[in-house]
């Protein structure tokens, strides 16, 4: 006889074991153990093992998988167990690992195989055959696509965030914090008695005695400098959306601004500064035609604003802007020579609407409704031995729960956006189908993108230079974990799983257009470096660029109103500070508002930020020196970015990997 010693690693306080007994076989290449049965009834709130012996008759050869099996429980017959890992001691001291990280809710056979990473190519047993066939079939049972509205992304089908399984649910710490925080996100930021308060504002000043409950260093600064042309156009380049702005070499034809209009005194011009690549311009033509919405019975306005942006002594500074897309005698151009009320009123309705381009195409679409296509596609076509699956897992996190609850609580009919914004509602819908069909690869990557839109060299623009950095890490780390699997292109040509895996993303995230530029199948294996950086940058680094900061500049409303209440002016000469307030959104609105970006900004206590992987899936050196090399230079940037930061006036912070998510999990 000769024995094994397993060790059974289950649960922390999110992950705790079972009450049930359990059976487990160690399959080898000379052969397998009989079915030993396991006792685990004591809850473990820490990763100390269980430890097992299983007897056999001979040894078993090189350990190949294992077959565990959870049994029936009279008392708890749907308990749920979760298992970390498993490590196998032979008789003659080889070590085994099998990282599997997942919740085993029933009593049937699971098949896990030895962790090291494979193509099925690879696969020259029946029995890790059979675990990579037994994978993709129980995977394929939980995760399914479901259609979306027409002309959107496809989703996890899932009647609520209740029915995902619990692989892709919260721990117990992260929902409990989440209901919690939902709860009493009024009362921490002070302001339940404003919710039924449906009056217009009176003064300016009025709004602050709700900011004055809640704000943050960057939130009072933005208090302080709504109102200047700088600030209007700095928050272009390190706000909450950087995605708008691009150098303008053209002036768009239905743009009829002259150089008498924004020149006064004659010595510039703008085909001159347009040269020198001084001229910027964003143009919110995607939300033209939108159906605003309707709150309380009263109509809302939403604008499709033109604006116009002057590189001068290193700040852009906004010197047109035209609040509709038509030229006419009702669609005056504003300039900061008007007067004050209407210059402020013009720039009102352009930070609307890009906090509903914001939060539907660059927040929503773009981070999280990708995440989840790319989620998906890996759950249902790449196997957990496989490489690729072990590289993205750590990105998933929380993905699909926190999308699910965002289509019942946020987009909805009854949802907070549909509360609370001007396009809120159909609007919401027809603005991400636009967003959708423009959307292109290479404006998913942020190097490409960053080119494509003239603005490589604007100075003082931190969500570029210190993303590049961050793409380029994460290059870098992709590229020489990759590159120890696929050792030639022919590899990518003949991996089956992967280019499921991009067809899945082409068809049912992208709706298999053309046009948008992303693969059907890889070629290559600098092609797959690439989009897999660009998913795990979207995951990562893009949303905490367009999340984490929407309470420092939302949570002061004149900043970034979600709705307006008046139309745009169709005169000069007649806004007055009333006429601002009036358009400004009702007290309750603004309250709502304000909570539910401060909601959608809050960091979990249970975040796993950037380079940080608990779950070790990857057993085989290479990649694990370059995760330890590749969260060395992540460290290294924070101090970067530190440092550089202390020199500002207003530090960027939102592309630091320390505050950086691995996933889109808020």
């Known amino acids: 006889m000769v024995s094994y010693k397993v060790n059974i690693y289950t649960g922390d306080l999110a992950h705790f074991s079972t009450f049930h007994d359990f059976r487990i076989t160690l399959v080898g290449t000379d052969g397998e153990s009989n079915p030993t049965k396991l006792t685990t009834w004591i809850p473990s709130f820490k990763l100390n093992p269980f430890t097992h012996k299983v007897e056999c008759t001979t040894p078993l050869g090189e350990l190949l998988a294992i077959i565990v099996q959870k049994e029936h429980h009279l008392v708890f017959p749907n308990g749920s167990w979760f298992v970390a890992k498993v490590v196998v001691e032979s008789p003659m001291g080889d070590i085994y690992q099998f990282p599997i990280y997942r919740w085993i809710t029933d009593c049937k056979d699971h098949y896990f195989q030895e962790g090291s990473a494979k193509f099925l190519s690879q696969e020259e047993e029946n029995i890790t055959q059979l675990c990579w066939t037994k994978d993709l079939e129980e995977q394929r049972a939980l995760y399914s696509w479901d259609q979306p509205k027409d002309g959107l992304p496809y989703s996890i089908k899932a009647e609520s965030y209740s029915s995902l399984p619990l692989d892709a649910s919260f721990s117990n710490k992260k929902k409990i914090e989440m209901w919690l925080t939902i709860g009493t996100a009024l009362v921490e930021l002070k302001l339940t008695e404003w919710v039924d308060h449906k009056m217009k504002w009176t003064n300016i000043e009025d709004i602050r005695r709700l900011h004055c409950c809640h704000r943050t260093e960057i939130s009072e600064y933005v208090y302080q400098n709504w109102k200047e042309d700088s600030f209007f156009g700095y928050q272009f380049l390190n706000g909450v959306n950087p995605m708008m702005i691009q150098r303008c070499v053209t002036l768009p034809e239905n743009f009829q601004v002259t150089d008498e209009m924004v020149f006064k005194d004659g010595k510039q011009s703008l085909t001159d500064e347009m040269k020198k690549g001084n001229i910027f311009l964003c143009d919110y033509k995607m939300l033209d035609g939108v159906k605003a919405n309707i709150i309380d019975g009263k109509q809302q306005y939403l604008a499709a604003p033109l604006v116009l942006l002057h590189k001068t002594d290193d700040k852009l500074m906004p010197i047109a802007i035209q609040l509709k897309q038509i030229p006419a005698e009702d669609n005056p151009v504003f300039f900061p020579t008007d007067s004050e009320w209407d210059w402020l009123l013009a720039k009102t309705f352009v930070k609307n609407a890009d906090f509903n381009m914001h939060e539907l195409s660059s927040h929503l679409l773009r981070t999280h409704l990708l995440a989840e296509v790319f989620t998906v596609a890996l759950l249902r076509q790449i196997p957990m031995m496989h490489p690729l699956y072990k590289l993205l897992m750590p990105h998933t996190r929380y993905t699909l729960m926190i999308?699910?609850?965002?289509?019942?609580?946020?987009?909805?009919?009854?949802?907070?956006?549909?509360?609370?914004?001007?396009?809120?509602?159909?609007?919401?819908?027809?603005?991400?189908?636009?967003?959708?069909?423009?959307?292109?690869?290479?404006?998913?990557?942020?190097?490409?993108?960053?080119?494509?839109?003239?603005?490589?060299?604007?100075?003082?623009?931190?969500?570029?230079?210190?993303?590049?950095?961050?793409?380029?890490?994460?290059?870098?780390?992709?590229?020489?974990?990759?590159?120890?699997?696929?050792?030639?292109?022919?590899?990518?040509?003949?991996?089956?799983?992967?280019?499921?895996?991009?067809?899945?993303?082409?068809?049912?995230?992208?709706?298999?257009?053309?046009?948008?530029?992303?693969?059907?199948?890889?070629?290559?294996?600098?092609?797959?470096?690439?989009?897999?950086?660009?998913?795990?940058?979207?995951?990562?680094?893009?949303?905490?660029?367009?999340?984490?900061?929407?309470?420092?500049?939302?949570?002061?409303?004149?900043?970034?109103?979600?709705?307006?209440?008046?139309?745009?002016?169709?005169?000069?000469?007649?806004?007055?500070?009333?006429?601002?307030?009036?358009?400004?959104?009702?007290?309750?609105?603004?309250?709502?508002?304000?909570?539910?970006?401060?909601?959608?900004?809050?960091?979990?206590?249970?975040?796993?930020?950037?380079?940080?992987?608990?779950?070790?899936?990857?057993?085989?050196?290479?990649?694990?020196?370059?995760?330890?090399?590749?969260?060395?230079?992540?460290?290294?940037?924070?101090?970067?970015?530190?440092?550089?930061n202390k020199a500002l006036e207003l530090a960027y912070t939102y592309l630091d990997p320390e505050v950086v998510e691995n996933s889109v999990s808020v």
Request: aromatic share 12%.
């Open 403 to 644: 999308n699910c609850l965002a289509r019942q609580l946020l987009i909805s009919d009854n949802g907070i956006f549909t509360k609370f914004a001007s396009s809120g509602g159909e609007g919401m819908f027809t603005i991400l189908r636009k967003a959708l069909s423009s959307m292109t690869y290479r404006s998913l990557c942020l190097p490409d993108d960053i080119s494509d839109r003239g603005l490589e060299d604007v100075p003082n623009f931190f969500y570029r230079d210190d993303g590049l950095k961050l793409w380029d890490i994460i290059h870098s780390f992709v590229k020489g974990t990759l590159q120890y699997y696929y050792q030639s292109n022919q590899m990518v040509q003949e991996d089956q799983a992967l280019q499921k895996w991009i067809g899945d993303i082409y068809s049912y995230g992208f709706l298999s257009e053309k046009n948008t530029g992303i693969p059907k199948r890889f070629d290559t294996v600098g092609e797959l470096v690439k989009f897999v950086t660009m998913v795990i940058f979207t995951c990562s680094a893009q949303h905490s660029a367009v999340n984490a900061g929407q309470y420092d500049f939302i949570g002061w409303m004149p900043n970034c109103p979600a709705t307006l209440e008046r139309p745009p002016p169709s005169k000069k000469g007649e806004a007055t500070e009333k006429t601002l307030l009036d358009t400004l959104p009702s007290s309750d609105i603004t309250v709502q508002s304000m909570a539910a970006v401060w909601l959608l900004s809050k960091e979990s206590t249970d975040s796993e930020f950037l380079g940080n992987y608990p779950e070790q899936r990857f057993i085989e050196d290479v990649p694990l020196k370059n995760i330890k090399v590749f969260k060395e230079q992540l460290n290294e940037l924070s101090l970067q970015i530190k440092a550089r």
